[in-house]
């Protein structure tokens, strides 16, 4: 174990053997956010049948993916891998007519090295459909990183200037772009608070349309909203020229002050009532909070989330045990790690060790030793440990649930306290072990 | 390359696992990239596994793709022996790691030298076969190892019970109802008189494998899995098997015929006449049922059938022979097996469908209109957007077909269980058409379910807009808790604004 340390806080660094899901799970909900788009994921039948059952029922709702299964063929380069392709990309367009079609590279076409960015632009010029390459493997990617490799490709594609004759009396006075899919609900949630700050917003990448890609021009500002779109960031920095900000993630009633704040900041604009609102909100979150208050959580780590909610927990009085996270940029989310030693000092508690990269064993003695109130992972340990006496939350709900802004805050705490409300109400039936004796741990 | 996004029968390693972790005591080790774990989700969700599952991944990165695994996977198999004590474990290659081509043969060689777990490496080609597949294959390499294993040490003595006795091979975990199916089974071969030697894989141990000789025969209740077993144990130890599934009154018969057929051989004379008379009579109320007036009104009634080999087969015949029902096509996606299934069903219905296409299956559904449909998730899914009602009869299975209440389709107690589901689909079918005749059920939307009947509130577009976005079970109390804010606090218009503020202050 590796283990450095950056004012105060403990990084260390494990085995890497967790549970996560695959990076390609990402198209399961970029397909809904830009609906002019289609994925095609090429990849094997394993990739397939993870989509298939993590997908549950959206998979039955005619969703715009579909896998490019790869036969022995394709694997043994006796079939044309541009003539696969194209082949499979005109059934796309003829049945679907999509706006884009975007490429998921997968394990297998990198081991066996299929040149998909080189095939790309040749097929686009032929169909005359644009078509983007992401790599979203396992070999290199968590779970949302996914939505990070798309992003940074799509980041490629963004207009460098308007045409001029088309830009039309729009008065553009912040040159503001946010980065991060997030349901349209929160889009325009978060687009209104900075709205009140007289804050406007140049474009969102991705937007609700591929068409609808926001221009970005050297010297723009950008600011993401989630804390896995690293690739993304460095994108928009290195090829677009754009300025990051850097600033905690608008997750929790503190972290979206503090993520408007830096905004506000970097406009010169003086943020107006601002703190009423989110002391507002706490008062409004004192139910659900009286409920967490002092009770410990661990995260076990697979989604990239787990700073930002950890941070939050611990401003609204829970003590944090662990924070397992998959990839720690801490360079893309320095005012995040910032942001929650402050917290940590603020509520008089320690600095929770984050561990990159876990081993899910290992957590699992820890979590044993420690009997923490709360522990936030996987569906694979979830129910285990449930039969132990352990509450457990479901990790995966918190990239689908919105959990973004003021407005939200209420959402994450709900999803937090349903294990512990659930068990108040089945303390009469039993203890809470459930394990067969038989059962080594 | 192939365009799909759905299929019937999952890739190899699902194959092995559910074999391996259907053992007791063994450990699979995936040599697999990150993400690829995902059976232990479906182990955890679908069977609600009190567990861990005992599976792990020996992750294939980058530096894996730059240098190969070296020491890790043995590092990973030798570390799980230690922690865990399993009596075996499998090295599971997955589509990712046959690509690489490393010789994991010779990790397991080295790793079993520092193990006292016994390792063996699944050997199964993840481009030839699917899930089914290699969980036949795994199945019979496990059962092989162990029983050489015993022949090289001492020469294995094969002393057979004293009494008549079976092996039931082939019940594993995720199966579609294999729990339910097993108790009745037990059932059946009590009755029969009959003792179970074993087991397997479904909770059993290793190390006892070298005393599945000792029965006096084998049963495999579902071809897709332990067939190849049986034939092992046939070729090596002389062993006969029944591989009749004991779905449907006729099917147990002919089971049931062939055991006692078996027995005699073997110089044991059972007569089992009027057991199966007594049970098909008075036990199993199908028969009856089926000769009850209710189900003169399936005569003529139209369905068609597809799904995995065993149940689709054995349901075709239910529906044909016991019902009298009408059945337009019967079809399967276990391709291998389909000259089996052809001889089963060809007979009994005009038209037999060999495809692992969804969409092929769809359009010959839309094509024949059944008035029900007998098959998998997808069928249900395709009957729902047709309106044809569909009972799930094989997998592959979401989280509603692993019932916690006991719902077998093998045995005599499946016979009800099997005759509940095709009556109550056909009658569901039946209340639609009739309401729809009648005018249909009461949708008169409940226009009055709102506050804004006083018009002292009303809505911008863009709130009104946001509003069809939350989802219609909830919609009408978002609206009326929206309207409730808005009165108590004096505002006449519902903006966005009002509408985020109104979520945020009620506690609802």
């Given at each position: 174990m590796q283990a450095s340390t950056n004012n105060n806080i403990t990084f260390e660094c494990e085995t890497g053997n967790y549970h996560t899901f695959c990076p390609i799970s990402c198209v399961s909900w970029l397909y809904q956010k830009i609906e002019d788009s289609f994925f095609l994921v090429i990849g094997t039948k394993t990739c397939g049948y993870f989509l298939q059952n993590a997908m549950g029922v959206m998979i039955f709702a005619e969703p715009r993916y579909a896998m490019a299964e790869l036969e022995e063929g394709d694997i043994s380069a006796q079939l044309n891998d541009y003539e696969e392709l194209k082949r499979l990309c005109l059934q796309i367009k003829k049945d679907r007519q999509p706006g884009v079609i975007f490429w998921i590279g997968t394990c297998t076409t990198e081991i066996i090295k299929m040149d998909l960015e080189g095939i790309a632009p040749k097929l686009e010029a032929d169909i005359q459909i644009p078509i983007i390459v992401a790599r979203a493997n396992g070999l290199d990617y968590a779970f949302t990183q996914g939505e990070d490799t798309v992003l940074a490709a799509m980041a490629h594609r963004c207009p460098n200037q308007e045409y001029k004759n088309l830009n039309i009396s729009k008065p553009e006075n912040h040159k503001l772009i946010i980065f991060g899919s997030l349901p349209d609900t929160v889009v325009k949630q978060l687009s209104h608070e900075l709205f009140k700050q007289n804050i406007s917003i140049k474009g969102w990448l991705p937007a609700q349309r591929y068409s609808e890609l926001p221009t970005i021009e050297a010297g723009d500002y950008v600011i993401g909203v989630n804390p896995f779109l690293s690739r993304t960031a460095t994108t928009l920095m290195r090829r677009k020229k754009a300025k990051l900000i850097s600033a905690p993630f608008p997750i929790g009633p503190d972290g979206t002050k503090a993520w408007i704040d830096k905004i506000c900041h970097v406009f010169n604009i003086v943020p107006k009532g601002l703190s009423t609102r989110e002391n507002d909100i706490w008062k409004n979150l004192e139910e659900y909070i009286s409920l967490i208050r002092g009770k410990s959580v661990f995260f076990m780590g697979d989604n990239l989330l787990e700073i930002s909610l950890a941070r939050f927990l611990i401003r609204c009085g829970m003590i944090v045990y662990e924070i397992g996270i998959p990839y720690m940029d801490k360079r893309y989310q320095k005012a995040e790690i910032e942001l929650l030693t402050q917290t940590c000092h603020k509520m008089g508690v320690k600095i929770p060790k984050i561990v990159e990269k876990p081993d899910n064993y290992n957590q699992l003695d820890r979590i044993r030793d420690l009997k923490p109130d709360l522990v936030i992972t996987g569906m694979a340990h979830a129910n285990p440990l449930e039969a132990r006496g352990i509450n457990t939350k479901w990790s995966v709900e918190f990239t689908f649930a919105p959990i973004h802004g003021f407005t939200n805050a209420k959402d994450i705490l709900e999803l937090i306290t349903r294990p512990l409300r659930r068990n108040n109400g089945l303390k009469n039936i039993s203890d809470n072990i459930y394990i067969t004796h038989n059962s080594k741990h | 390359m192939k365009l799909a996004y759905w299929m019937y029968a999952g890739p190899a390693h699902i194959g092995t696992l559910r074999i391996a972790s259907s053992f007791k005591n063994v450990h699979a080790i995936m040599h697999a990239p990150l993400g690829d774990d995902y059976f232990n989700v479906m182990r955890s969700m679908l069977e609600r596994d009190r567990n861990f599952t005992p599976v792990t991944a020996s992750i294939v990165d980058r530096h894996v793709l730059a240098k190969g695994s070296q020491?890790?996977?043995?590092?990973?198999?030798?570390?799980?022996?230690?922690?865990?004590?399993?009596?075996?474990?499998?090295?599971?290659?997955?589509?990712?790691?046959?690509?690489?081509?490393?010789?994991?043969?010779?990790?397991?060689?080295?790793?079993?030298?520092?193990?006292?777990?016994?390792?063996?490496?699944?050997?199964?080609?993840?481009?030839?076969?699917?899930?089914?597949?290699?969980?036949?294959?795994?199945?019979?390499?496990?059962?092989?190892?162990?029983?050489?294993?015993?022949?090289?040490?001492?020469?294995?003595?094969?002393?057979?019970?004293?009494?008549?006795?079976?092996?039931?091979?082939?019940?594993?975990?995720?199966?579609?109802?294999?729990?339910?199916?097993?108790?009745?089974?037990?059932?059946?071969?009590?009755?029969?008189?009959?003792?179970?030697?074993?087991?397997?894989?479904?909770?059993?141990?290793?190390?006892?494998?070298?005393?599945?000789?000792?029965?006096?025969?084998?049963?495999?209740?579902?071809?897709?899995?332990?067939?190849?077993?049986?034939?092992?144990?046939?070729?090596?130890?002389?062993?006969?098997?029944?591989?009749?599934?004991?779905?449907?009154?006729?099917?147990?018969?002919?089971?049931?015929?062939?055991?006692?057929?078996?027995?005699?051989?073997?110089?044991?004379?059972?007569?089992?006449?009027?057991?199966?008379?007594?049970?098909?009579?008075?036990?199993?109320?199908?028969?009856?049922?089926?000769?009850?007036?209710?189900?003169?009104?399936?005569?003529?009634?139209?369905?068609?059938?597809?799904?995995?080999?065993?149940?689709?087969?054995?349901?075709?015949?239910?529906?044909?022979?016991?019902?009298?029902?009408?059945?337009?096509?019967?079809?399967?996606?276990?391709?291998?097996?389909?000259?089996w299934f052809r001889e089963e069903v060809c007979e009994l219905c005009s038209k037999v469908i060999i495809t692992d296409d969804h969409n092929i299956i769809g359009d010959m559904i839309a094509k024949t209109e059944p008035n029900a449909i007998f098959g998998t998730q997808m069928e249900r899914h395709i009957g729902k957007r047709l309106n044809i009602p569909c009972g799930v009869i094989s997998s592959p299975v979401h989280i509603q077909n692993f019932p916690l209440s006991y719902k077998p389709f093998l045995g005599y107690e499946g016979t009800n269980q099997i005759a509940d589901l095709i009556y109550n689909s056909f009658t569901l079918g039946m209340e639609e058409h009739l309401l729809d005749l009648f005018g249909g059920h009461d949708t008169t939307d409940i226009l009055t379910d709102t506050l804004s009947s006083s018009k002292s509130v009303q809505w911008t577009r863009e709130a009104l807009q946001e509003l069809t976005k939350i989802p219609g079970f909830v919609r009408g109390k978002v609206k009326r808790n929206t309207e409730k804010f808005a009165l108590a606090n004096q505002y006449h218009l519902i903006s966005l604004e009002v509408m985020y503020e109104a979520k945020e202050k009620i506690n609802s």
């Open positions: - | 020491e890790k996977v043995i590092n990973n198999i030798t570390r799980k022996d230690k922690e865990e004590n399993p009596d075996l474990v499998v090295l599971t290659p997955t589509c990712t790691s046959s690509i690489l081509q490393e010789d994991l043969n010779n990790f397991v060689q080295r790793a079993s030298i520092e193990t006292e777990a016994d390792v063996i490496l699944a050997d199964v080609n993840h481009y030839r076969v699917n899930e089914l597949q290699a969980s036949d294959r795994t199945l019979e390499q496990i059962v092989s190892f162990y029983i050489n294993k015993v022949n090289r040490t001492q020469k294995l003595v094969v002393k057979k019970t004293s009494k008549p006795s079976v092996n039931i091979i082939g019940v594993l975990s995720l199966g579609f109802h294999h729990y339910h199916d097993l108790v009745d089974l037990k059932r059946l071969f009590h009755d029969l008189d009959i003792e179970i030697n074993q087991i397997i894989p479904e909770n059993a141990s290793v190390h006892d494998l070298y005393k599945l000789p000792e029965a006096w025969f084998n049963f495999v209740p579902y071809r897709e899995a332990g067939l190849l077993t049986a034939q092992f144990l046939s070729k090596e130890f002389n062993m006969p098997y029944v591989s009749i599934t004991p779905m449907g009154l006729l099917n147990i018969k002919a089971a049931i015929k062939e055991i006692q057929g078996l027995l005699s051989e073997l110089n044991c004379e059972r007569n089992y006449d009027s057991y199966i008379d007594l049970q098909t009579k008075y036990v199993s109320q199908a028969a009856w049922f089926s000769r009850s007036i209710d189900c003169q009104n399936l005569t003529g009634k139209t369905a068609i059938v597809f799904g995995d080999a065993t149940h689709a087969a054995a349901m075709t015949k239910i529906l044909v022979k016991e019902m009298g029902i009408d059945v337009l096509w019967s079809g399967t996606y276990c391709i291998n097996d389909q000259d």
